[in-house]
């Protein structure tokens, strides 16, 4: 019996909704540069994904700047000014509790970078070994 798994449980039909209505509402305040966060061009931040909590009260906000480009810096500063941006989504969403926002770097782009140059490697290699067989 594996009852460890519990704390992966999948995520809700309502956290993905709620979560799909976050992230669309966000990528568009920041293109708009509703949020008005200083030193940041928004327009350049696109949100990836956003992940809620089962009680929907904070959502883990993934998000990448243009080319990648200071993506921690800009978390950094994303998380300082989350008031900012909460108040600007705030006058998006119309929903019972706006969700805390946690900004998170999203690495996703990296990892799916390293898993193609490893599929490439492992392909030459069998070209290799069907040569000498």
Excluded: W
Aim: proline share 4%; aromatic share 6%; glycine share 4%.
């Amino acid at each position: 019996m594996m009852r460890n798994q519990t704390s992966q449980r999948p995520f809700s039909q309502r956290q993905l909704r709620v979560g799909e209505l976050v992230k669309q509402n966000l990528g568009e305040l920041f293109i708009r540069n509703e949020a008005k966060i200083p030193s940041v061009n928004s327009k350049l931040i696109t949100v990836t994904e956003v992940r809620m909590t089962p009680d929907l009260k904070t959502a883990r906000v993934y998000v990448i700047p243009l080319g990648g480009i200071d993506t921690k810096e800009i978390v950094r500063i994303l998380t300082e000014n989350s008031h900012l941006v909460r108040r600007a989504l705030s006058k998006r969403l119309d929903i019972k509790f706006l969700p805390k926002l946690t900004f998170v770097e999203d690495n996703s782009f990296e990892y799916a970078e390293k898993i193609e140059k490893i599929i490439k490697k492992n392909r030459e290699h069998d070209k290799e070994k069907k040569r000498f067989n």
